[in-house]
């Protein structure tokens, strides 16, 4: 069970990570220019903050990741990582400064992706 634990807390970082980088790059400047980017790590604007957060949520969400597989089968843990797809993807949508649009087509495979993964985490029948 705690190997679930630690793979859920992997997800969650590495899709709090992956919402964070993408506002990051959105209010950071572009890397060609580079005394504003440097300007802006200098003065520690909320860009740079975001971007070193999510770069730390990534080495967390690896130490999670570590936990969880000597806990559980990599056949049972790593179909867990596809609910970061559900996760980011909704926090996209969900979070109006992503500016990210809706679309039935991507609900439509983002709901695909959540039923594999129901069907792939499901116990198994002892027979």
Do not use: N
């Given at each position: 069970?705690?190997?679930?634990?630690?793979?859920?807390?992997?997800?969650?970082?590495?899709?709090?990570?992956?919402?964070?980088?993408?506002?990051?790059?959105?209010?950071?400047?572009?890397?060609?220019?580079?005394?504003?980017?440097?300007?802006?790590?200098?003065?520690?604007?909320?860009?740079?903050?975001?971007?070193?957060?999510?770069?730390?949520?990534?080495?967390?969400?690896?130490?999670?990741?570590?936990?969880?597989?000597?806990?559980?089968?990599?056949?049972?843990?790593?179909?867990?990582l596809?609910?970061?797809y559900?996760?980011v993807?909704?926090?996209?949508?969900?979070?109006?400064?992503?500016?990210?649009?809706?679309?039935?087509?991507?609900?439509?495979?983002?709901?695909?992706?959540?039923?594999?993964?129901?069907?792939?985490?499901?116990p198994?029948?002892k027979?």
């Open positions: 069970m705690m190997g679930y634990v630690w793979a859920l807390m992997s997800v969650l970082l590495v899709s709090g990570a992956q919402v964070m980088m993408k506002w990051a790059m959105v209010s950071l400047p572009p890397v060609d220019q580079t005394e504003a980017l440097m300007s802006a790590f200098m003065s520690v604007t909320p860009g740079a903050v975001a971007l070193v957060i999510g770069l730390f949520a990534y080495v967390f969400s690896m130490g999670c990741w570590y936990m969880a597989l000597r806990r559980i089968a990599l056949s049972k843990a790593y179909p867990l596809s609910l970061s559900v996760l993807w909704a926090a996209a949508i969900g979070l109006p400064w992503l500016h990210e649009p809706f679309s039935v087509g991507k609900l439509a495979g983002v709901s695909v992706i959540f039923v594999g993964l129901l069907l792939v985490c499901m198994d029948k027979s």
